[in-house]
């Protein structure tokens, strides 16, 4: 969950600077390739809304959404789809892509040319490109900083992490790509000397490094002095090295984008909120690294929402992991739990907690002895004649 909301927190760059439609008088800058457009004219390319329908492609959503495409002079919609389908994609995926990113018919030929052999590089499966070229066409016609691009792909793979993995950042996380690979690098050193320092050993390094950074790749835009920061403010809390290295791992390295003031904030907060001392508040935070996390926003939005549940603070700070849990979550399993008569609020949270999987696991066992008889009706009764 926490990674799913970084994501959506990063910004997407595109080879293309998108129109913004409450300012449809200023046009984008492409710095991936050169073009020009005739400022005087406010009339659509026919030319290029013709290809559009040659290729099946719904001129009515690109007219609502990015009606900028089809005014520029210089568009490559013919080539573009050639591309598409030399990479094995059919007619519906073509329109498709076209209909969701259509700033890739400014892109020059030549420049997704090239990056369609940097992607095929970790992503050898032709379906498999054209289902991910589809989900994320964005990623894919962001061809600026291609050098970049084919240098860090390189370095992830000597680094040992997957295609697959390395194939996800390119759709997910496209903006690491565009750091000079040597920032890459300098970061992937400094995550390796604080794991060092911090008490972790030469031989787990590698496992854990890759897995900090498949779990969230975001952790590279972050700089050496945020970082240094963080683990010295950390420390100054009370949290030993290997506290610390903990927090790390259960908060998939996204610890290290919260700044000294905001993870102050909810340790104020939470502290007040759950009348506890330094000590007893540095566990529940061992229980629940989230309540770092979070802003203090969350927090009480979710223990008020537990309360009004009937939960008592007592049983929140006895399983504080359900503060990972949205108000609107918490509401629809309480309403499941009461209708098997089982009351949250008059025993312990466990049964509330963890993720969907978890939860339909323990409802599904409270369910089959909810209803299981007190005796087997088909077995033989022994009775004493």
């Known amino acids: 969950m926490l990674w799913k909301l970084l994501m959506r927190s990063q910004p997407c760059r595109l080879c293309t600077c998108r129109k913004m439609l409450s300012a449809p008088k200023y046009r984008p800058f492409l710095v ?7 400022s005087q004219s406010n009339k659509e390319n026919k030319r290029t809304v013709e290809k559009f329908h040659k290729f099946s492609v719904d001129i009515r959503k690109i007219r609502r959404y990015k009606g900028w495409v089809l005014l520029e002079d210089e568009t490559y919609v013919e080539e573009i789809a050639n591309i598409l389908q030399q990479l094995g994609a059919d007619e519906t995926a073509v329109a498709s892509i076209l209909e969701l990113c259509p700033e890739a018919i400014v892109c020059s030929p030549t420049a997704v040319n090239t990056q369609r052999e940097l992607w095929q590089s970790v992503c050898k499966n032709q ?7 589809e989900q994320f066409p964005e990623s894919f016609f962001n061809v600026k900083d291609q050098k970049n691009q084919k240098l860090n792909i390189q370095f992830f793979q000597e680094l040992g992490l997957r295609n697959v993995v390395i194939s996800r ?10 750091n000079p690979v040597e920032k ?5 050193r400094v995550l390796q000397e604080n794991y060092l320092n911090l008490g972790g050993s030469e031989a787990n390094m590698k496992v854990w490094l890759l897995k900090l ?3 969230n790749p975001f952790i590279l835009l972050n700089s050496s002095a945020a970082i240094k920061e963080t683990l010295e403010f950390l420390q100054e809390q009370g949290f030993t090295n290997f506290e610390i290295l903990q927090l790390l791992s259960k908060l998939k390295g996204f610890l290290f984008q919260l700044g000294p003031r905001s993870i102050q904030n909810s340790i104020s907060f939470s502290k007040n909120a759950f009348k506890c001392t330094d000590h007893d508040l540095k566990q529940l935070v061992l229980k629940c690294p989230a309540l770092l996390y979070y802003p203090v ?4 939005e979710r223990i008020q929402g537990l309360l009004k549940e009937g939960i008592s603070i007592a049983q929140i700070r006895e399983t504080p992991m359900v503060l990972e849990l949205t108000p609107q979550i918490v509401q629809y399993r309480i309403r499941k739990l009461n209708s098997l008569g089982y009351k949250i609020k008059d025993g312990h949270l466990a049964n509330l907690n963890g993720t969907k999987k978890e939860f339909e696991a323990n409802f599904g066992k409270i369910q089959t002895k909810k ?8 077995a033989p009764l022994h009775v004493d004649e």
Request: net charge neutral.
């Open 127 to 133: 379906e498999e490109l054209v289902k991910l070229i």
């Open 32 to 38: 991936c390739f050169t073009y020009t457009t005739n």
């Open 213 to 215: 950074l498949s779990q």
């Open 297 to 300: 926003s969350v927090l009480e």
């Open 184 to 188: 890459n690098k300098q970061m992937i």
């Open 169 to 178: 950042f390119l759709t997910t996380a496209s903006s690491i790509f565009h």
């Open 371 to 378: 209803g299981r008889p007190l005796f087997n009706p088909v």
